[in-house]
């Protein structure tokens, strides 16, 4: 079954809760929170606090996604704010595998992030690794930005090879996803949506408005 996961990037973050709050209560399957450390992507976001405290919160799973110069450094201090998933980026570090295995070892689902430029040749060899990839349509670290076209033949590429291989590695869609591109990245073979700015969108938005764009991409992803 597809997934919508909510990410908090473009959230306004005085009412950061409570839009976590509205997601969970409009069946949003997981919460996507950007670690953006502003050098590996020039930006600044979240950091482990807010993946425990959201995480405390959120009856939902928590994703945290460090998009960030070498996670291996700061493991532990993910580890103890208690994600469900840590996704790191395949550019972040020279030791990407031995990475993915430390998170697996403390039982949590560990994801590959790639951008945009990463070859299908790329992706192949990390692929097995990992329990998801998070491929990126966008350039890391902003919200609200147009998803990159080339992204359409990326997802068919990795669907059939997951598929031919037998490698039960999921697809994750990270960036530019709304009603449009979601439905072509579905049909496309992509497993779960990472909505962002479609889902909180302005810094008035109100729960109402969270909830009734958290269902249309929830409907979206039923089929
Ligand atoms: C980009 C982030 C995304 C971002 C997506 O660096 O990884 O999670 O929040 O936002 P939208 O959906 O607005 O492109
Ligand atoms: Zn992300």
């Known amino acids: 079954m597809n997934k919508v996961a909510a990410s908090i990037l473009s959230c306004n973050n005085a009412y950061l809760g409570d839009s976590v709050v509205a997601a969970n209560d409009a069946g949003v399957d997981f919460v996507h929170i950007d670690v953006v450390d502003g050098a590996y992507c020039g930006n600044f976001s ?66 590959i992030g790639f951008n945009s430029s990463v ?58 996803v709304n009603e449009e591109t979601g439905a072509a990245l579905l049909e496309c073979g992509a497993d779960v949506l990472i909505v962002g700015s479609g889902i909180f969108t302005g810094d008035d938005i109100l729960r109402d408005d969270i909830v009734a764009n958290v269902r249309r991409f929830k409907s979206l992803a039923d089929g």
Do not use: W
């Open 46 to 111: 979240f950091g482990p606090k807010t993946v425990s405290d959201l995480k405390r919160l959120s009856k939902a799973p928590v994703e945290a996604h460090l998009e960030m110069y070498d996670p291996q450094c700061y493991l532990d201090i993910f580890f103890e704010a208690g994600p469900d998933m840590v996704t790191i980026q395949s550019d972040s570090s020279a030791c990407v595998l031995r990475t993915l295995e430390a998170i697996k070892r403390k039982g949590i689902n560990a994801g």
């Open 119 to 176: 070859t299908i040749d790329q992706i192949k060899y990390y692929i097995a690794h990992a329990d998801y990839v998070v491929l990126l349509c966008v350039e890391p670290g902003f919200g609200g930005q147009a998803m990159n076209p080339c992204i359409y033949e990326k997802v068919r590429a990795v669907r059939d090879f997951v598929d031919r291989e037998g490698i039960a590695t999921q697809i994750f869609i990270d960036g530019g």
